[in-house]
């Protein structure tokens, strides 16, 4: 069975760091690929980057392009989501997703 579970949230001032962690059970993201997405109150669920299997690319949403990276630890199967330079638009609750499966989210909050 196949489970993702997100962690690493908090609470950071505009200009901050947060690194985010999406660990994998039952799954190896190094043959199927994972998504970050982001869902803010009242907004649909925003896509924030991924990479799949096929060509081993990492894509980001222009909004986060420059200020976020995906890194991956294959020995942990886990990916990371390092946000740089904050803002409070990147309020949210972030998911990681894969093969359709999603985590519960972790909240992440940007004061100005």
């Known amino acids: 069975q196949v489970q993702v579970k997100e962690s690493g949230g908090g609470s950071v001032q505009a200009g901050g760091s947060l690194r985010l962690s999406c660990v994998a059970s039952?799954?190896?993201?190094?043959?199927?690929?994972m998504r970050w997405y982001r869902q803010s109150p009242g907004k649909e669920r925003e896509w924030v980057g991924g990479f799949s299997s096929a060509d081993g690319n990492t894509n980001y949403a222009d909004s986060v392009k420059g200020r976020f990276t995906i890194s991956k630890d294959r020995v942990k199967n886990t990916v990371y989501l390092q946000m740089n330079s904050l803002k409070p638009e990147d309020t949210a609750v972030y998911y990681c997703t894969a093969l359709g499966y999603w985590g519960q989210g972790t909240q992440v909050t940007v004061s100005s």
């Open positions: 039952g799954y190896s993201f190094s043959r199927y690929g």
